[in-house]
């Protein structure tokens, strides 16, 4: 067993020697990570500590879970957090449907001129600051007379406060957010696609199958896998509010809290006020925590139903 071990090694090892120029493209992806992701994690014992600035880390003294008492003891602590999972399954589900028709209609198009500019105006959203974002939808919905108001008062109407009416931004949010980025998820989905064998479909053609059927019995069968491992690695995100997107188009407008306040927006304001590293660390880990759990769980059910599937 030792000698087959180090037959491995030197084996994994010949490979290196061999393509040093392969593993080095690698390099710069695990220098991202270790620098951004292994070596922060020593800043999670903040979470446990009244963090002052002047003793540092290590200096500053321990008080055990007292860091996490604000939080879920909060008066808004399950609206916070139905806010929080609330929207993040309404952008997963619709983001992901809107990316596959995408991805899906991307395919039939054969002029390929016209499908390199539609792939470039569909993807452009995601590049868009939230800031430029949030300009877009103040000017739509907010101020004296919302652009949005003109246009339902042509249609005769009525005119909607749309800055206090809570209820219907769940609503307004998901189709900003499929629009920003359902152009950059169909990029993937159709890369997968394109990966398709193409004997598959031209049996399917000979058998007389419609395009309809096609779709339905080879393309989305096979598609399955990716959509799943997509899913996978957002639900892994389901406890992290998009803080940018919500805060550069909600703001400090109140009146929205009972439906748009998520974690990090509540995590932030309480920052700015109580100047609490340790509340905040300890929030970060609880969501990290819950959503390594919301991973494994969501993965353990999609091995369950179909190994191929799942992501590990």
């Known amino acids: 067993m030792q000698y087959q071990l180090n037959a491995s090694k030197r084996s994994k090892l010949k490979h290196i020697v061999q393509n040093p120029f392969l593993y080095a493209m690698a390099v710069p992806g695990l220098l991202f990570f270790l620098v951004f992701s292994y070596f922060p994690i020593y800043g999670i014992i903040i979470a446990f500590k009244d963090y002052n600035f002047a003793k ?73 600051s939230w800031i430029v974002v949030g300009m877009i939808v103040q000017s739509l919905f907010g101020g004296e007379e919302p652009m949005i108001n003109t246009w339902l008062q042509y249609l005769s109407l009525e005119p909607v406060n749309w800055m206090f009416e809570s209820k219907l931004w ?21 890369a997968a696609i394109t990966g398709i064998s193409e004997d598959l479909y031209e049996a399917a053609r000979i058998d007389g ?9 080879i393309t989305l069968p096979l598609l399955v896998p990716t959509i799943m491992i997509m899913t996978l690695l957002a639900v892994g995100k389901i406890f992290n509010g998009d803080f940018a997107m919500i805060y550069a188009i909600i703001g400090d407008n109140s009146s929205l809290y009972p439906t748009t306040d998520v ?3 509540f995590v932030f304001r ?23 759990i919301f991973v494994i769980t969501a993965n353990w059910i999609t091995r369950r139903v179909s190994k191929e599937s799942a992501l590990f």
């Open 56 to 128: 540092g880390i290590t200096g500053s003294d321990w008080v055990g879970f007292k860091n996490f008492d604000y939080f879920f003891t909060s008066d808004d602590f399950w609206i916070i957090l139905r806010n929080t999972l609330v929207l993040n399954m309404l952008f997963i589900v619709f983001t992901t449907v809107a990316a596959v028709m995408i991805a899906l209609m991307f395919n039939e198009i054969r002029n390929k001129y016209f499908k390199r500019i539609s792939q470039s105006l569909i993807f452009l959203p995601y590049f868009m």
């Open 170 to 190: 769940p609503y307004i949010l998901t189709v900003i957010r499929v629009w920003q980025g359902a152009g950059y998820l169909s990029i993937i989905f159709l």
């Open 209 to 217: 199958a419609s395009k309809l059927q096609i779709v339905l019995r």
């Open 263 to 265: 974690i990090d927006t």
């Open 270 to 292: 309480s920052m700015r006020q109580l100047h609490d590293f340790g509340m905040s660390s300890a929030v970060g880990l609880f969501q990290s925590i819950m959503g390594l």
